[in-house]
């Protein structure tokens, strides 16, 4: 089940979020996994995110059923990792997202051994909806 999120700001058509992320270890896309529920209309965008782990494991941010979004990136324990906003943003340019979901397609972090906590930042165009 998806996160609730925070409603930031509009950027033209684009409303951005950001959603606190507690994932448990051992997540998949079917079992705990999902942070952001699926738009059926629109794509989701990453802006950015900071995510740490409580002990040595890894993650991957997936979209949709499993379309893997990074690699598998290993994380120390009680380490993390920035996805800093990119200032080309603050024009919106989409294209500079770290990365994209497709419509209907929701965001899902893949978790081994560790549980991840942290913040994502995300943008999805129409209504504002969460």
Known sequence: MAMAATFLEKRGDWN???INVDVAAG???ASGGQ???ANATYPHLILGCFLNANVAGTVKIVRGAATEM???INI???GGFVLPRNPIIE???P???WGATAANEAISLVTVTCTI???LIYATAGALSS
Do not use: H, K, L
């Open 16 to 18: 951005i979020y950001s």
């Open 27 to 29: 997540a998949t896309v």
């Open 117 to 119: 906590d942290g913040i």
């Open 95 to 97: 294209s500079a997202a």
């Open 35 to 37: 942070i952001v529920a």
């Open 76 to 78: 120390a324990a009680t």
């Open 91 to 93: 024009n919106f340019v």
């Open 70 to 72: 990074t690699g598998t």
